[in-house]
């Protein structure tokens, strides 16, 4: 198993009290699995996983376990996981176009990044060069500045930098949401390239996009206000979905095909509960049609079938 | 109700303004009564210039856009005032659409200063709940709110009561849901349907998702660097395409019934911006010579589809024009 995260609580500190955006994740991913991360604005994924690579005030570590190959990873401890960061777990951010220092050209930001970590980069510098190759930008980047690529070549050159140790673990944060259709489809084909290339053991790919998921990722996340609804393998997820929510989330995207005067589409009513005083009992209560009493209660995330976990008394019952 | 005739916007780019980059290039197509038509593509593709210059925000550079028959450039004072009564924006992202330190219900003070003062507080205060209940909000539960105490999706749908207080006939819809969980984006693309369908609204809606166009529009219009590459009936554009930008476009969208097919997509090509030719051949997998230095024209390759591509001549639908 590449990662286990094992009751996982990360919460935001405010003035007006903890703000529970992470309330005990356990799952795993397996080695060579890219696994999809689905919610939508506020359920606490990108929170999940941000807190595994550097987790920094307002967030606040508040309890559970994380293993990465084996090894517990101290999330908790911002000195203890430098070692780890980047070279066992590395993440390409959310907006990873500003990520890159603007006063630096390319080639001395990444020599200077490497050299931080002691790591030679002539060493590198040929398997560089290919990887450059494989997201189909020119060597000429590595003597310009960031203002001079576009936003989509300075998120792959993010993603060549971000995997160029190896990682174990790589987290993709949204890398796919500002781009356009046919340069969207690229990005999350190089994503599965660097799966394959073995640049990267395992994968975590955020995103609210379930369709983008369905294209690329062994197995889907869902989550829910802080809460794991749903986890599967990606044709599961998609055909046979168990946990009500993530059968509306799916049942309200429109695809090619749909016209409103066909077939109408609904949303889901009502919003997310808050997280600062959340609900006893299951979080998607309050909005989902099939709640009961039991529901009161809250549901534990289990397996239903070999790899499908559902956090829902009905699917349970 | 809405005409473009060859609309044009050349921007003046560079440190002292020296280069020139046309936006959107010769671009014509109509919108009729009740008709939602999407406009689609990609960034850069010249579709918020566009909406931008039917709202007057901006004026075309040449080429003229009519509204029933006037051109909108020649409006002033009261002519200018009764068009945004009947011509309105909503915009991508609706947070900012808002000031913050205002409640949210400011928007609906402004609307009624400025184009509605003589109605009396208590009729004023019904429309502005009519409204509310016409986008599907409770009026409990927005009105004396700031804009951080409601969701995207409450602030979007404010922001098109606020269109309906003026009685509008035509909306421009700029990526209005792009920001939206998938949860309620669906909801307020039902809303605009039903604004449509009961009260005879045309849409023009700009989007880079041609799932989005799909759901709600009659027509479609592609475009590609600032050129229609492609419009027609909606069902005719997405299910026999015949530009390969508008095929290419629809083989990446990612859908949930069928994976994508390999088939490299080049990123390559995509800088080059061509000054003659088509706007396409860099990237075109089957380009000709003549791409490289003639434009085509858009060419009716069935009533109402229109596509502009030096392969419609040697394909069927060509042959059978030439001849017929």
Redesign the interface.
Known sequence: MALKVEGLRVYYQTLRGDVRALDGASFSVGDGEIMGLAGESGCGKSTLGRSLILLKPPMKYVGGEVLLDGDPLPIWDRERMAPYRYKKVSIIPQQAMNALNPTRKIGRLIRELLEARGVSSRDLLPELKRRLDLVELSHEVLKMYPIELSGGMKQRVVMVISTLLDPSLLIADEVTSALDVSTQKRVAEMLVGFRDHKFVRSMIVITHDISILYQIADSILVMYAGKLAEKGPTEAIVRRPRHPYTQLLISSLPEIGVRHTERRLSGIPGSPPPLLEPPQGCRFRERCPVAFDRCREEPPFEELAPGHLVACWRAHG | MVELERVTKVYRVGTFGGRALKAVDEVSFEIADGEVVSLIG??GSGKTTIGRMILRLIPPTSGRILFSGMDISTLKGKALKDYYRSVQGVFQDPFSSYNPIFKADRVFRVVRQEFFPNVEEGEWGKRVEGALRAVGLAPGEVLGKYPHQL?GGQLQRLLIARALLLDIRFLVADEVISML???????V??LL?ELKGERGLSILFIT?D???G???SDRAVILYRGCVVERGP?DRV?GKPYHPYTR???S??????R??EEGK????G??AAPTKGCVYHARCPFPYESCKGERPHLVEVEPGHLVACHRIGETEVGKCRRQG
């Open positions: 990609e960034s969701s969980d998938a949860s309620t984006r669906i909801d693309l039902n349907a880079h041609l799932a989005l799909h759901y709600l909606i997405f290419m476009l629809l990446s969208v990612p859908r949930l019934d994976k994508w997509v080049g990123l390559k995509q800088q």
